[in-house]
Nanobody
Framework: QLQLVESGGGLVQPGGSLRLSCAASRFTLDDYAIGWFRQAPGKEREGVSCISNSGSSTYYTDSVKGRFTISRDNGKNTVFLQMNSLKPEDTAVYYC????????????????WGQGTQVTVSS
């Protein structure tokens, strides 16, 4: 079974940057589209970004466009989420998830999930 592990979260001040990583094991990641989702306490899980298996297509929720960049290095079996100009409203647990095709609006449709990494944006 595909296993995913997120890393790179932490505490940053508003305007700062973080780079999240999603590393896969057991299977090669290029068979899967990878989405990033986030969930703040008391709020619904929200789709943030997704990248197709080939890397040819990327998707972003409107609130992060121009600030976040998703990329993948299939040779390293890893997907990245570069987060710049972070805002307090970006604070959440961030998860990566895999399925055959991107669908940023449907987290329930993703088959595999990592354990999550905490991102806190605060002064």
């Amino acid at each position: 079974q595909l296993q995913l592990v997120e890393s790179g979260g932490g505490l940053v001040q508003p305007g700062g940057s973080l780079r999240l990583s999603c590393a896969a094991s057991r299977f090669t990641l290029d068979d899967y589209a990878i989405g990033w989702f986030r969930q703040a306490p008391g709020k619904e899980r929200e789709g943030v970004s997704c990248i197709s298996n080939s890397g040819s297509s990327t998707y972003y929720t409107d609130s992060v466009k121009g600030r976040f960049t998703i990329s993948r290095d299939n040779g390293k079996n890893t997907v990245f989420l570069q987060m710049n100009s972070l805002k307090p409203e970006d604070t959440a647990v961030y998860y990566c998830a895999a399925r055959r095709r991107c669908n940023i609006s449907s987290p329930r449709s993703y088959n595999y999930w990592g354990q999550g990494t905490q991102v806190t944006v605060s002064s």
